[in-house]
């Protein structure tokens, strides 16, 4: 039999005295997919960073195609044949350049490029690999002018153009809608057809029941199962999080909160002159989702709602008075909070600011209230702070942790700590699920469930799985309005 395309062998790797991965085996076969699953902290992150060449393993042997691997830095891997898509995008794209030079990155900086390429050369090849898998945006607009999702898979599009043995994927259909997400399957069942081992790290069980040929499991960096298809997709749950996956919470009765005073009204809202007119009323105490896929206005709604953002036409009112934010610092003011779909981007701070730890990024929104006369009190900060790493279970040392070391996961967890510290009038939450792993999702759906009841709270999901397991009721978006409604245990209809 031929040898495997990867083989990892006793791979170790330490921080100080903490033990990232323990002693991990780990082969992958030509044309296998092998799915990669482990709660928040499992090792799953330090893995992929040494298979991409960010990290160096500590101890242990990788093979690729047989010859010994140890890249020396991300484009040394990319050059040996593995490519990459990170789940922090930010790391590996240059938002304030084009699309299109974004995604020949990887040939501008390997070498390979000649010292000057005619413009009408890079669009043509830019053109051709987002072709390949069905990117349709502006080529010459910044990246950083995208969607999350449009930014994602422009990196996927940039990872195959480079003929990878091994494609390593990690969360890659967190931003991505049902239609995106099956053209990214196709592109993977096509690579399979070619010999490339994919490693795709995901606890979604749509990935995992298209995709996977074998789910391995990590818990404190080691393997602690390896099981090939049919998938036992809630056993290796279990394995992963050591202990049965509950539900989070009972969908309450239909109207249950009808009889409560609303907080937010929304009456003829346009969000732009292209879409049609709405009406929403959310109630104290209720969990709405507002579901659709990416591109359907739903994130523009949130921005709308916080000040970052202004509609094109219509009433917003809350608690009864007139609403019309004209910065996010207006809706702060007024208790009103978001969470951006891009911690990195909307949260937490570069690890150059001072104050970028766990304490400062709670305390930051309320530094003028909670400090009036402009003195910092840090006892104040650390309190709060370790309040909330209590409350949410963050796995950390404490308040003075940066949260960029900590996991995606637990860097969530901190991004909506920060917007439980003070009460909320309404709580706005877009894509609170993105890139953690399912037990960390039940716990958050715990305890938004557990805290909602003084405010109101909109969630902004792509997946109506996620939709279905926090929400009182669903509203539905396409093209800036709602197209169907629904209580969380019913099927949706059209209005």
Known sequence: MSSPVLQAAGIGKRFGASVALDHIDLAIDAGEVVALMGANGAGKSTLVKILSGVYRADRGTLALRGAPFVPSSPQDAVRRGVATVHQAIADIVVPDLPVAD?????????????????????????????????????????????????????????????????????????????????????????????????????????????????????????????????????????????????RSHEPPQSGAHADRPAVLSLRGLRLSSASAPFDLDVQRGEVVAIAGPV???????????????????????????????????????????????????????????????????????????????????????????????????VRCRGANDRPSHLSGGNQQKVALARWHAEPARLLLLDEPFQGIDVGARADIVRLLRSSASRRATLVFVSDLDEALEVADRIVHFDHGAPVARAGSSRSLHVP
């Open 102 to 246: 974004n995604l020949l990155l990887d040939q501008f900086c390997g070498g390979t490029s000649p010292w000057y390429v005619p413009a009408s050369v890079r669009r043509a090849e830019a053109a051709r690999r987002a072709a390949r898998i069905g990117l349709a945006v502006d080529l010459a607009a910044p990246l950083g002018a995208l969607p999350l999702a449009a930014q994602q898979q422009v990196t996927i599009a940039r990872a195959l153009a480079t003929h990878p043995a091994l494609l390593i994927l990690d969360e890659p259909t967190a931003s991505l809608s049902a239609g995106e997400a099956d053209r990214l399957f196709d592109l993977i069942g096509g690579l399979r057809d070619e010999g490339v081992a994919t490693l795709l790290v995901s606890h979604r069980e749509r990935d995992l029941r298209r995709m996977a040929d074998r789910v391995v499991v990590l818990s404190d960096g080691r393997v602690v199962g390896d099981a090939r298809s049919p998938i036992d997709f809630h056993a290796a749950l279990q394995t992963m999080i050591g202990r049965p996956l509950q």
């Open 295 to 393: 591109g359907s206005g739903k994130s523009r709604l949130a921005r709308t709602l916080f000040g970052a953002s202004f509609a094109h036409d219509g009433l917003m009112t809350l608690d009864g008075v007139r609403w019309q934010p004209r910065s996010p610092a207006d809706a702060i003011r007024a208790g009103v909070f978001m969470l951006g779909e891009d911690r990195r981007r909307t949260t937490l701070f570069p690890d150059s600011v001072p104050f970028a730890t766990i304490a400062g990024t709670i305390a930051f929104p309320f530094m003028s209230r909670w400090f009036r006369d402009g003195f910092v009190r840090t006892r104040r900060e650390k309190h709060a702070a370790a309040e909330a790493i209590e409350r949410f279970g």
